[in-house]
């Protein structure tokens, strides 16, 4: 992690920042602000920001980003907030910046949680095969928790469209696919066209708030307490819809261990103590009291999404546009992905 600075961080003009949040919260700010980025790249920034004694976290979109849409800081900031007094753990929210003139880009505070975000075998085996399972568990039961808030009641019931979600998920995904496809995938064409085909029915009846992209490693986490999921953060994709989507691509993430070892996304799953797919949808279907059938179609969906994101990551990488280990191999989880995503639909009720 970078050390502390006091001026010189990219993306964060300290002065800036203090000038607009001395008017928003005043009196919060003590001393002389230093700050760090913790997360960046094409990725949203995430920084620590603090006086000596208080701590912040700010988020802003990447330096030099196009689309606004994917790397909506509202959507983050609204859902979070929403969530605040609920039994989902979340970051308390202090202020958003819609203004770009602060720092160039719409921002927002939150709480700074003490955690670690899990995403390697190495990292859960030095925990040990206990707490790994336990880490593991409360992850499912925290998603049936989010599930089972009402919308209404926290205020997001106008977040998203839920009714036709499943068939707009399909259609965006195939159209992902064709602006980043860099040869023939005969199993995408496949996988898509049963996929449009089995949308299933009553799509979008059955809403909740859906994260959008949950896995372990957006999850900050103490391996040492008594509920070790301490805040879930990363909400950019939250919005309303079919909250089996949310399991089904947590199982592909998990798999992908498997499917592909030495992927660049996460190897978390193949720590010993972490429980298979069988266990996690178990332990789900009893937390939430919710009925998977129709697990088949969303593992089909979240298969497609995640080669999709791979398939992406090859392009930009044969483009020269990526920087870090492990990308060059991303293109030969692809196939394997699709495949299983045809096999999903054919096993799976």
């Given at each position: 992690?970078s050390?502390?600075?006091?001026?010189?961080?990219?993306?964060?003009?300290?002065?800036?920042f203090?000038?607009?949040?001395?008017?928003?919260?005043?009196?919060?700010?003590?001393?002389?602000?230093?700050?760090?980025?913790?997360?960046?790249?094409?990725?949203n920034?995430?920084?620590?920001?603090?006086?000596?004694?208080?701590?912040?976290?700010?988020?802003?979109?990447?330096?030099?980003?196009?689309?606004?849409?994917?790397?909506?800081?509202?959507?983050?900031?609204?859902?979070?907030?929403?969530?605040?007094?609920?039994?989902?753990?979340?970051?308390?929210?202090?202020a958003?910046?819609?203004?770009?003139?602060?720092?160039?880009?719409?921002?927002?505070?939150?709480?700074?949680?003490?955690?670690?975000?899990?995403?390697?075998?190495?990292?859960?085996?030095?925990?040990?095969?206990?707490r790994?399972?336990?880490?593991?568990?409360?992850?499912?039961?925290?998603?049936a928790?989010?599930?089972?808030?009402?919308?209404?009641?926290?205020?997001?019931?106008?977040?998203?469209?839920?009714l036709g979600?499943?068939?707009?998920?399909?259609?965006?995904?195939?159209?992902?696919?064709?602006?980043?496809?860099?040869?023939?995938?005969?199993?995408?064409?496949?996988?898509?066209?049963?996929?449009?085909?089995?949308?299933?029915?009553?799509?979008?009846?059955?809403?909740?708030?859906?994260?959008?992209?949950?896995?372990?490693?957006?999850?900050?986490?103490?391996?040492?307490?008594?509920?070790?999921?301490?805040?879930?953060?990363?909400?950019?994709?939250?919005?309303?819809?079919?909250?089996?989507?949310?399991?089904?691509?947590?199982?592909?993430?998990?798999?992908?261990?498997?499917?592909?070892?030495?992927?660049?996304?996460?190897?978390?799953?193949?720590?010993?103590?972490?429980?298979?797919t069988?266990?996690?949808?178990?332990?789900?279907?009893?937390?939430?009291?919710?009925?998977?059938?129709?697990?088949?179609?969303?593992?089909?969906?979240?298969?497609?999404k995640?080669?999709?994101?791979?398939?992406?990551?090859?392009?930009?990488?044969?483009?020269?546009?990526t920087?870090?280990?492990?990308?060059?191999?991303?293109?030969?989880?692809?196939?394997?992905?699709?495949?299983?995503?045809?096999?999903?639909?054919?096993?799976?009720?």
């Open positions: 992690m050390e502390l600075q006091a001026s010189g961080v990219p993306g964060l003009d300290l002065d800036a203090r000038g607009w949040y001395d008017g928003v919260r005043p009196g919060e700010v003590a001393g002389e602000l230093r700050a760090r980025v913790i997360a960046g790249g094409k990725s920034l995430t920084y620590e920001v603090t006086d000596g004694t208080s701590w912040w976290i700010v988020r802003r979109p990447p330096l030099g980003h196009v689309l606004a849409t994917a790397h909506d800081m509202g959507r983050e900031f609204t859902a979070m907030s929403a969530l605040a007094d609920t039994d989902v753990p979340v970051p308390r929210t202090y958003h910046c819609t203004d770009p003139e602060v720092l160039g880009e719409p921002f927002y505070v939150m709480e700074r949680v003490v955690g670690t975000p899990y995403r390697s075998r190495a990292q859960l085996e030095e925990l040990g095969a206990e790994t399972r336990a880490i593991a568990t409360e992850m499912i039961d925290v998603l928790r989010l599930h089972a808030v009402d919308p209404a009641a926290v205020g997001l019931d106008g977040f998203g469209r839920p979600f499943l068939g707009r998920q399909v259609k965006r995904w195939g159209m992902q696919l064709d602006a980043s496809k860099t040869r023939p995938l005969p199993d995408a064409d496949r996988l898509l066209e049963r996929l449009a085909a089995e949308v299933p029915a009553g799509d979008g009846e059955d809403a909740t708030i859906v994260h959008g992209d949950y896995r372990l490693d957006n999850l900050l986490v103490d391996a040492d307490h008594a509920e070790p999921v301490r805040a879930v953060v990363d909400w950019e994709m939250a919005t309303l819809g079919d909250p089996l989507t949310d399991v089904a691509l947590l199982m592909v993430y998990d798999d992908l261990g498997n499917l592909h070892p030495g992927n660049a996304v996460a190897d978390a799953s193949t720590a010993p103590g972490y429980p298979a069988e266990e996690h949808l178990a332990r789900y279907a009893a937390s939430s009291g919710r009925d998977l059938s129709g697990i088949g179609f969303r593992l089909g969906l979240a298969h497609l995640l080669a999709v994101i791979c398939e992406g990551i090859n392009l930009r990488h044969q483009l020269g546009q920087v870090g280990e492990g990308f060059d191999a991303m293109g030969e989880a692809v196939e394997p992905l699709l495949a299983a995503g045809l096999a999903a639909l054919d096993t799976r009720p």
